[in-house]
């Protein structure tokens, strides 16, 4: 079956800092997205990458889908303790577009 | 606007006895609905989904079940629980377009003794 690989599973970084959170698929996917989960919250969808080679920007995140559509990368410039929390990616293939198999996340610290 | 419920928030049952955790929707019609269970820092594993009343897939085998007795309640039980059934339990719809972003209930949190 599908499965969504995510690297690093925890990041420590300063405030003010850079911070990427990067995702392989075994298989070519339809679609992927991104969800933060704030602690003891539930995930939130932040964004959904759809073309080859598409790069979206949310202020100061930044999200890229693979020419080959199989990987995908979340960038945040300049966090703040506001972007405490998990982030996954969740990714669809195309034989099931409603099912998502998610990442296993990468849990940010933020530090003051 | 949609809505998802989800009830109770907190759950502590003893092992070997039974669970009925149920999610409902608000504002939508023939939502595509999905109970995940997440590990203490770890990732969301689908269990179930259902695309329809009556109609349920099975992701992992296991003494869990789910029902969809009407078109926006989705309930997830077992006979008898055991100590790895603990977890925190999601519940999410999709709509039918072809955008099939999940909006996640606020999730349920079991632990069994």
């Known amino acids: 079956g599908q499965q969504v690989m995510q690297i690093p599973q925890y990041q420590h970084v300063q405030e003010g800092e850079d911070f990427t959170t990067y995702c392989n698929s075994s298989?070519?996917?339809?679609?992927i997205q991104w969800y933060k989960q704030r602690p003891g919250g539930h995930p939130v969808f932040l964004i959904q990458?759809?073309?080859?080679?598409e790069v979206k920007k949310q202020k100061r995140l930044t999200f890229q889908f693979g020419e080959a559509k199989k990987n995908s990368s979340l960038h945040i410039t300049a966090t703040q303790t506001t972007d405490v929390g998990t982030y996954f990616c969740?990714?669809?293939?195309?034989?099931?577009?409603?099912?998502?198999?998610f990442g296993s996340g990468t849990q940010l610290t933020v530090l003051p | 606007s949609q809505t998802i419920h989800q009830w109770p928030a907190t759950l502590v049952q003893p092992v070997g006895s039974p669970l009925s955790l149920e999610c409902t929707v608000e504002?939508?019609?023939?939502?595509?609905l999905y109970w995940y269970r997440q590990a203490a820092g770890r990732g969301l594993q689908l269990l179930f989904y259902?695309?329809?009343?009556?109609?349920i897939s099975s992701e992992v085998p296991q003494n869990l079940s789910a029902s969809r007795p009407q078109d926006r309640q989705f309930i997830l039980s077992s006979k008898k629980l055991l100590l790895s059934d603990s977890g925190f339990y999601l519940c999410?719809?999709?709509?039918?377009?072809?955008?099939?972003?999940?909006?996640f209930g606020p999730g349920t949190r079991l632990t069994v003794l």
């Open positions: 969740a990714g669809a293939s195309s034989g099931s577009a409603r099912q998502l198999t």
């Open positions: 999410a719809w999709s709509g039918v377009a072809i955008r099939n972003e999940q909006f």
């Open positions: 504002g939508t019609s023939n939502p595509n």
């Open positions: 259902s695309v329809g009343i009556g109609q």
């Open positions: 298989t070519t996917l339809s679609n």
């Open positions: 990458l759809v073309k080859s080679g």
